[in-house]
């Protein structure tokens, strides 16, 4: 019995010791004694460094010791780009929802929008389908979807915003991806002889994505596969539409599927984020 109470008498001061270490590192930071513009500086000079992970903990720092203000608002913005930065994209995520909630009418809440789509959009390209070249027209286009509506609403929202015309363009690149991931799907239908699939699939393209060149090739696909299940008419009405659209197109050559630039990976943008 002695032996079991020296042990936990043991455990005890070391379990107070501690802790007395860890308030007293707590102290001796500055964050926890300086005003909220020297905190506010500190965090700005973190991000100028790229040391993204101490600006993140210095803005959380900061709100937490000053709920209200100028400073905080601002801070709670820089905390989702320093996270972003940082490539904490959930944390990111839920911290620029969290400061569209909270401020909506922010003068720099467009940004907001704006940085929102970033953080899907850069999920569309993981670090290492970046540097192997992996299509990404087949990875999963959900964060594709997200990113679209993302900076969709920030056009419709904030339309004379200075991130419109970058978001304009990412949407594009966007909505030619999500076609091509289609088209990948309805070639995989075709070369298994899935005709009705291949052809609902490719339909789904003409209607959801007429402009893109993605489009001129799903209708070449449901040539093939109308033509496969018999249903002449289809596929004769698909390959008059074919030709008043593309006339050269490498169907009518007997390259199927065509090889066509637009079907190559495309190089993501570079973050013009600032």
């Not at 109470?5 to 930071?29: F, Q």
């Not at 953080?119 to 569309?124: A, E, G, L, P």
């Amino acid at each position: 019995m002695r032996v079991s109470s020296l042990i936990r008498l043991v455990l005890i001061v070391l379990v107070i010791a501690v802790a007395g270490c860890s308030r007293g590192n707590k102290k001796g930071d500055p964050i926890e004694t300086l005003p909220v513009d020297q905190v506010y500086a500190l965090a700005k000079q973190s991000m100028e460094n790229s040391n993204y992970d101490r600006a993140a903990k210095s803005y959380e720092r900061l709100i937490a010791r000053f709920p209200f203000g100028p400073y905080t608002e601002q801070a709670q913005l820089e905390l989702g780009y320093a996270q972003y930065k940082d490539h904490k994209e959930e944390e990111a995520y839920s911290s620029v929802n969290r400061f569209i909630k909270t401020y909506p009418t922010h003068k720099h809440i467009d940004y907001a929008y704006y940085l929102r789509g970033l953080i899907n959009f850069d999920r569309t390209n993981g670090l290492l389908e970046r540097y192997i070249g992996r299509d990404q027209a087949k990875r999963d286009q959900g964060f594709s979807s997200q990113a679209f509506e993302d900076f969709g609403e920030l056009l419709k929202r904030y339309p004379e915003s200075k991130y419109v015309p970058d978001a304009r363009q990412r949407m594009i690149y966007l909505r030619n991806n999500m076609a091509r991931a289609e088209l990948n799907v309805a070639l995989y239908y075709l070369r298994i002889k899935a005709y009705v699939a291949a052809a609902n699939r490719a339909e789904k393209i003409v209607e959801n994505y007429q402009r893109t060149p993605q489009a001129v090739d799903a209708l070449a696909v449901m040539v093939e596969s109308y033509g496969k299940l018999g249903q002449e008419k289809l596929s004769a009405d698909a390959r008059r539409v074919l030709e008043a659209n593309d006339p050269d197109h490498p169907y009518f050559k007997g390259h199927f599927p065509p090889k066509r630039k637009s079907w190559k990976r495309m190089i993501p943008f570079t973050n013009r984020d600032k």
